[in-house]
Nanobody, 126 residues
Framework: QVQLVESGGGLVQAGGSLRLSCAAS????????MGWFRQAPGKERVLVAG????????YYADSVKGRFTISRDNAKKLVYLQMNSLKPEDTAVYYC???????????????????WGQGTQVTVSS
């Protein structure tokens, strides 16, 4: 089992940067695919970026490609989301989530993520 705690959210002006961190507990962190999702008011929760256990496979939503970077440090049980050139439409609650390697679902399938953090608010002002 994995427990996840996000940090690093806040208020930033358009064009600015933030780095989100997700701290995980549990002995098998390195065996999980990790994802960053976001949910804006009135909208569905969507995958922003995902990273395989080794970091060798990475996914980005088209809306964040070239601006966001996901990374992980398995030794420290941390996952990061570096967000640059932020836009007002990036405003949302950002969630860290873990997908067991044993799942038969793909990295982009939200149903494959069994563990979720509490979320951190990111607000980008224009």
């Amino acid at each position: 089992q994995v427990q996840l705690v996000e940090s690093g959210g806040g208020l930033v002006q358009a064009g600015g940067s933030l780095r989100l961190s997700c701290a995980a507990s549990g002995r098998t962190f390195s065996s999980y695919v990790m994802g960053w999702f976001r949910q804006a008011p009135g909208k569905e929760r969507v995958l922003v970026a995902g990273i395989s256990w080794s970091g060798g496979s990475i996914y980005y939503a088209d809306s964040v490609k070239g601006r966001f970077t996901i990374s992980r440090d398995n030794a420290k049980k941390l996952v990061y989301l570096q967000m640059n050139s932020l836009k007002p439409e990036d405003t949302a609650v950002y969630y860290c989530a873990a997908q067991p390697m044993s799942t038969m679902r793909t990295m982009t399938d939200i149903k494959g993520y069994d563990y979720w953090g509490q979320g951190t608010q990111v607000t980008v002002s224009s």
